[in-house]
Structures are given as structure tokens and as C-alpha cells.
């Protein structure tokens, strides 16, 4: 994997100033693949402290402008230097480039490309808030000017994982970025396992790993923020009561994508608590939508009864908690379909358990059934909704 990644670098229609590869403390035949490359790399060689230090270590003995990090498992477009730094070059205001990726897996000797990666229609205009609620920009598919790190510090060294997610939020915070349209890597699928050296895990457990180290610095900058950095554009124009509603129904919104459930329920309750009997607008209600759309966040949502009761008491408690309901409970639905085509009737079953408590048994059949309709007769108009 690292010869392929380290090829695909060289053969770059841009060439880069230098490469720099960090060997965290590697106890197997790494070394012996960079002597192979002799002086097209510089290598430099660590006891092992985790990735956060090895990119600390590397960016301190960079020397040139800009910074492309990429991870040793993936491979680069022959394209990816030459647009990234390019989109550089050509806006000086712009403190990083950053475009979309593709997925790859090699299965029997076959390597599969799969499209590209999930991309919010609104990123350039709203990219801080997109990023919040979910990192969809890889450090292999952005270039950062050297310059940057010195304004928001270092890698965080505490983190084991997510230290890439933490570092271009703080980037994001301050600094704006400008969009390449293309693909600019292919991450590798695969189910070796891994993490740090104390911290190993199987490739199953990633997205649950994830979300514990997300957990980390989500704290901390949830903390950090002002209200009025998370206000979304629709609301900017508004009156102070409305703008802060909306600003907490998208911390609650990223708390929930992140399954930071109590948080996203107090958020929730202080939203309704400025206009309890006024209805969420469409625009509120699309952000409210979005909070159970990550699969991996919800389990730890539904699989706590005491926790969704509280949930269920909240969305009927207020006129404004009943205008929500829907919005809120309805990524479970399509959760629902992608259970049962996985075969997965555990998951299906707690789903359905937490939508018939979010909305009632009445909507939910009713919901069901349009759906089941829909798939049995292909293009039949959609029933009007009440």
C-alpha cells in the first residue's frame, strides 16, 4: 500500500518540492521499502507517537508554501497537486483547496472504483456549519498553505484518531477555503485492522471509534462557539429570537450527528423554550431533519428507552415540538428500508420501536404504506400529504 500511495506522488503532472514520510516507530519491513526510493524522499524516523506527532514532526521539517497530507494506505489522481496547489495560485486569499474523492477496494485481484463521496450541495457557502455536522474533506483531498498551521497551532497529540477532523475544523473556523471540482484521491477500503499501536481495532469497529474521539474536541469547540457562528444564512437577517432559535436547532442538529444525544435534547429544549407555541418554519425544519441522518450516531439515541422517552416527551410537549416531529423522525423510515434489505431485524425493530414513540403508530402506517406503494406500482403519484 505505501508503494502505491509513494508512486502515484511521483507521478504527479505537478511535481512536488519534496516528500516527507514519517516511520512511527514501524516494526516491519517499512524502512527497507523507502531505502528503495533513495533520495526522492526524505524520510524521517520516530519512536512511535501516533499519527498527531508524526504530522507535527513532518510539517516542522517542511519548507515549502503549501502542505498535502496523505495517508500511506491511499492513492493520489495523477491531476490532484497540480489542481490543488493551482487553485492556490491562482487566490491568494484562500488558505486551503480542497475537492472530493473516490472509494476503491481490490476484491480477487479486481479493483472496484466507486463514485464519489457524499458532498453537501451547500459547502462553499456554508462550509463550517457543513463541516461540523459531518467531515466530507479528507486531508488527502485538501492543500493547506504552510502559514496556516502556525495560526491554529499543532495537531492535537491526545487524539488517537479524528486528529484530522479536529484540525480542519480549527482551519475552517478562521480561515476561508476554495473549491476543486474533481476527484482528487482514492481512499483504500479495507479490512485490515487498525489504529494505534494502543489503541487497535478491527475495521468494524471504526465508526464507533470515531465517534468517541469526535466526541473529544466537539466538546471542546461546542464550548468554544459562540451562538452566532452557528447561526444558519436563512437566519442571519432575523430578528434576535429567531436567529438564535435557528443557531441552536444547528448545534443541536451536530450534536445529534455526532450521538451527543443529551446535548442535542437540551439544545432542542431551549430552541422550543424562546417560541414554544410558534411553528418551526421549512427552513428550521430542514436543519431538524438532518439530526438522525448519521445510522452509525442513532443506536445510542434508540437503544436508551429512558432516553427516547424524554425525546417523545419533548416532541409533543409544544406546538413546536409537534411541528418538528416529523422532521425529526423521518431518516428513520429510509434507516428502516436499508435494515431490512441488509437483513438486520434487530435494527429495524428498535428503529420502528423509536418512530412509533417520535410520531405515533397512526403516521407511521400510514408513512409505511405510501412507501410499500410506491415500490409496487413504479412512477404512481405521490399520495398528498395532511
Not at 472509494?103 to 458532498?119: A, C, H, K, N, T
Request: contains cysteine; aromatic residues 8%; charged residues 25%.
Amino acid at each position: 500500500m505505501l508503494r502505491e500511495c509513494l508512486d502515484s506522488l511521483l507521478a504527479q503532472t505537478r511535481q512536488l518540492d519534496q516528500i516527507i514520510v514519517v516511520d512511527d516507530g514501524s516494526t516491519d519491513d517499512t524502512q527497507e521499502t523507502l531505502h528503495a526510493y533513495g533520495a526522492k524522499l526524505k524520510v524521517l524516523r520516530q519512536e512511535n507517537a501516533g499519527k498527531a506527532a508524526a504530522l507535527n514532526n513532518a510539517i516542522a521539517h517542511n519548507d515549502s508554501d503549501y502542505v498535502w497530507i496523505c495517508d500511506d494506505d491511499d492513492i493520489a489522481e495523477i491531476d490532484a497537486c497540480a489542481a490543488l496547489a493551482g487553485a492556490l495560485d491562482a487566490k491568494a486569499e484562500a488558505s486551503f483547496s480542497y475537492g472530493r474523492f473516490r472509494r476503491f477496494r481490490d476484491v480477487q485481484g479486481i479493483r472496484e472504483v466507486l463514485p464519489m463521496s457524499y458532498w453537501p450541495d451547500r459547502h462553499e457557502e456554508t462550509f463550517f456549519l457543513e463541516l461540523l455536522e459531518r467531515c466530507f474533506v479528507c486531508q488527502f483531498s485538501s492543500m493547506v498553505r504552510r502559514v496556516v498551521y502556525s495560526d491554529v497551532g499543532p495537531f492535537d497529540e491526545a487524539l488517537l484518531r479524528s486528529e484530522d477532523y479536529d484540525m480542519i475544523l480549527r482551519i475552517a473556523r478562521r480561515h476561508h477555503g476554495t473549491y476543486v471540482d474533481m476527484s482528487l484521491f482514492l481512499q483504500r477500503i479495507h479490512a485490515g485492522t487498525r489504529g494505534a499501536r494502543g489503541d487497535r481495532f478491527s475495521a468494524n469497529q471504526s465508526a464507533t471509534k470515531w465517534l468517541a474521539y469526535d466526541r473529544v474536541f466537539l466538546d471542546r469547540m461546542r464550548r468554544e462557539l459562540a451562538l452566532g457562528e452557528l447561526t444558519p444564512p436563512f437566519a442571519r437577517s432575523m430578528s434576535t429570537d429567531q436567529r438564535q432559535r435557528a443557531a441552536l436547532l444547528q448545534r443541536a442538529c451536530i450534536a445529534g450527528r455526532h450521538a451527543m444525544w443529551e446535548e442535542c435534547l437540551a439544545d432542542l429544549e431551549e430552541a422550543s423554550a424562546l417560541a414554544p407555541t410558534v411553528q418551526a418554519s421549512t427552513d428550521e425544519q430542514a436543519i431538524v431533519k438532518r439530526t438522525l441522518s448519521e445510522p452509525d450516531a442513532v443506536p445510542a439515541l434508540i437503544e436508551n428507552s429512558a432516553l427516547v422517552r424524554q425525546f417523545q416527551a419533548f416532541l409533543t410537549r409544544s406546538e413546536f415540538g409537534r411541528s418538528i416531529a416529523d422532521a425529526f423522525a423521518d431518516p428513520l423510515f429510509w434507516q428502516i428500508q436499508a435494515c431490512i434489505t441488509a437483513l438486520q431485524p434487530a435494527a429495524c425493530w428498535s428503529r420502528l420501536r423509536s418512530l412509533v414513540a417520535f410520531v405515533g403508530a397512526p403516521r407511521v402506517i400510514r408513512h409505511g404504506s405510501i412507501l410499500a406503494l410506491r415500490r409496487l406500482v413504479p412512477g404512481r403519484p405521490r399520495p398528498k400529504q395532511r
